[in-house]
């Protein structure tokens, strides 16, 4: 079977458009080290930049990246911006791609 055929039969191309943008968005070493930090637990900007190490202009910014694909949300607490994972299912596929790495090497 066409596997372009088998797409566009089992998924619109809009849904196969937005999870081409979703995978942009992981496709990055310090976004997906925020997404495993949070996996952990929602944390605040400043954890976040304590943690990874980078600038909090540069943490904010690819907080906004993920937002804008909903794999992560803020929630105001007081006069901190507490973030969190969205959605389970954005956890399952970067501990999966991470578990697929690290079997592909043993």
């Not at 996996?39 to 540069?58: I, Y």
Request: aromatic letters at 6%; hydrophobic letters at 40%.
């Amino acid at each position: 079977m066409n596997i372009c055929y088998y797409l566009y039969v089992s998924f619109s191309e809009e849904s196969v458009d937005k999870a081409a943008t979703l995978y942009r968005a992981l496709g990055n070493r310090l976004r997906l080290g925020i997404l495993l930090l949070l996996e952990d637990r929602p944390a605040c900007v400043h954890e976040l930049v304590e943690h990874t190490g980078a600038s909090q202009p540069l943490v904010s910014q690819h907080l906004r990246v993920l937002k804008s694909v909903n794999a992560v949300r803020g929630v105001r607490l007081g006069k901190e911006m507490v973030y969190q994972i969205d959605d389970e299912h954005i956890a399952h596929i970067v501990r999966e791609g991470i578990h697929h790495i690290e079997e592909k090497k043993a």
